[in-house]
């Protein structure tokens, strides 16, 4: 059972690198999410997507963007990373956005921006 | 709009002790779900449990109970007879019907220390 897979773990970048990172989900969700969590935050929803063809900011879209490749696939995409995008990444799915469907979230990745 | 509110940032107890974490929201809508989530030390994010507004029982799991207030807006946890793989972050969410399709809306989390 993957449930939601996320790439990588781990990365270092240097400010003003690009990355991509990556999530698939195998339970055939409609609705992926992409959060970051720091510290005495919370979790803040970076953006989403409702359903498969669509996309939408959340909270903190600043200096991301998405791409929802396919039903399964949504990546998360930093342009040009700053020091401030240092986080834990969170990807998660679930069946539709708004209802009684809980979201099930990837291991996560730990970004560190010098 | 929608908000939830975990006054208690961290809390501290030995262990078999009970510990309630609180969790209070608001909501203009009369359909919505709660929801906690467990986030232990190896950082994964795990699904613990769901209310729905028009369910007003309590719930109980094992040591696990949830207590949910329509009353109040409340929907607070308690641990009975804590142990120390109890230690985790704690959140607690709302879905309801007037926050679209971006799903949930997370508290800031409760950090729980269980010391043996």
């Known amino acids: 059972n993957a449930g939601v897979t996320q790439t990588p773990k781990f990365q270092v970048l240097k400010t003003g690198q690009s990355m991509t990172l990556q999530c698939a989900q195998d339970m055939n969700h409609n609705s992926m999410y992409w959060y970051r969590q720091d510290p005495g935050m919370g979790l803040r929803l970076i953006y989403y997507s409702a359903s498969e063809g669509t996309t939408d900011k959340g909270e903190v879209p600043n200096g991301y963007n998405v791409s929802r490749l396919n039903k399964r696939e949504f990546s998360l995409r930093l342009e040009s990373a700053a020091p401030s995008q240092t986080s834990v990444y969170f990807c998660a799915s679930s069946t539709y956005g708004w209802g009684k469907w809980p979201q099930h979230f990837g291991d996560g990745t730990r970004l560190s921006i010098l | 709009a929608q908000k939830v509110t975990q006054a208690q940032t961290e809390i501290s107890v030995v262990e078999k002790e009970d510990v309630t974490l609180d969790c209070v929201y608001e909501?203009?809508?009369?359909?919505?779900?709660l929801f906690w989530y467990k986030q232990p030390p190896s950082g994964e994010l795990v699904f613990l449990i769901r209310?729905?507004?028009?369910?007003?029982q309590n719930e109980i799991s094992g040591r696990y109970s949830w207590n949910f207030q329509k009353s109040t807006s409340s929907f607070n946890f308690t641990i009975t007879a804590s142990q120390v793989v109890d230690s985790a972050v704690y959140f607690c969410?709302?879905?309801?019907?007037?926050?679209?399709?971006?799903?949930?809306?997370f508290g800031k989390g409760t950090h729980l220390i269980i010391q043996p």
């Open positions: 209310r729905n507004s028009f369910d007003e």
């Open positions: 969410a709302l879905n309801s019907s007037g926050g679209g399709a971006d799903g949930l809306t």
């Open positions: 909501t203009r809508d009369t359909t919505y779900y």
